[in-house]
């Protein structure tokens, strides 16, 4: 199946990142390459832009997508991006000009039946963004406790239902493995009453997602991710991140706050006794327009946030 993926606010995040045509850059989530390519139009050719990604199909079509066309130099890197300053440091790169991050999972993946991302069509349960990883879906699905599952989808998932779908998969796993994604979206459909079934999203997305984000470990990281992101910017560097759900971007503009706040004294002290300085200015978001999100309905729930380093 060819890597395709449909970039979303390409030119809002471009213009924004773009800060030193000569500069060094990193595409966290290089995906198919759309950011990456978008960007590098407007590189020159002393300057570097490193492509992450966990995904070897994404590596290879962003290799096919960049190499020979831009003037920049490239490096691409399969790794996750949790490891960044590993990664950095194995380049001998100290700080950057621009990083940024397009969280969640790329069209292909959606679209690919075989990698089991998609309650809309039928394909083997994996959901794993690296396809070199151990733990998959099928195997959160059929062994994890009970407890642990509801956990899940209550907490990533923020599925109401999320106990009593727990016990309707603890039950019918018990009768032969569940290992298809339509099996799962059936199961998931007896457990929610058909009531609360009529409106919103499809009943499958929300315990789709958390045992996505449980299989590719989405969230344990970010915080520390993005500050080791902004430590590594240079001053005057920028970063950008989109979100697609509520748990990931709560945690981004949590730690965009943070790292913008200055002093935390006490008001009623006359002095700053803490010394703590802003590391982050001109905090602020984008959405997509009405217009991509016609031309692109999964661009619906996305968010770009972004800041510049002091």
């Known amino acids: 199946m060819e ?4 970039s979303i606010l390409l030119e809002e995040s471009t213009k924004f990142l ?17 950011h990456s390519v978008e960007l590098a139009r407007h590189l020159e050719e002393r300057a570097l832009l490193i492509g992450i990604d966990r995904d070897k199909d994404a590596i290879n079509a962003a290799k096919e997508q960049l190499q020979d066309k831009v003037r920049c130099r490239m490096v691409f890197v ?22 940024f991050f397009d969280l969640g999972v790329s069209s292909y993946q959606l679209d690919n039946p075989e990698r089991g991302f998609s309650y809309m069509c039928d394909g083997p349960l994996d959901m794993r963004m690296d396809m070199e990883a151990e733990l998959d879906a ?22 109401r239902w999320g106990k009593r779908i727990a ?3 603890a039950t019918k796993r018990l009768e032969k493995p569940i290992t298809t994604t339509w099996q799962l979206v059936k199961i998931i459909k007896m457990a929610i009453p058909r009531g609360a079934r009529q409106n919103g999203p499809h009943p499958a997305k929300r315990t789709f997602q958390a045992i996505r984000i ?46 913008a706040k200055g002093c935390i004294c006490p008001p009623q002290l006359p002095v700053c006794a803490c ?16 217009n991509e999100i016609e031309n692109n309905p999964r661009a619906r729930s996305a968010r770009l946030r972004y800041a510049i380093k002091i």
Do not use: W
């Open 78 to 99: 399969k790794e996750n991006f949790k490891n960044l300053i590993q990664i950095l440091d194995s380049m001998n790169i100290d700080k950057i000009d621009g990083i």
């Open 214 to 259: 449980e299989v590719n470990g989405e969230l344990g990281t970010l915080e520390n991710t993005m500050r080791n992101a902004v430590n590594r910017l240079k001053s005057g560097g920028r970063i950008g991140i989109i979100t697609f759900h509520s748990l990931e971007d709560r945690i981004i503009k949590r730690t965009f706050t943070a790292l």
């Open 3 to 6: 890597f395709n993926h449909k």
């Open 167 to 169: 016990q309707f998969i």
């Open 275 to 290: 010394g703590k300085k802003p590391f982050l200015q001109k905090t602020g978001s984008i959405v997509p327009s009405e």
């Open 138 to 159: 099928r195997y959160v699905v059929n062994y994890y406790k009970e407890d642990e599952l509801a956990d899940i989808i209550l907490r990533y998932g923020e599925e």
């Open 18 to 34: 773009l800060a030193d045509k000569n500069g060094i850059y990193v595409d966290c989530t290089l995906g198919g390459g759309g």
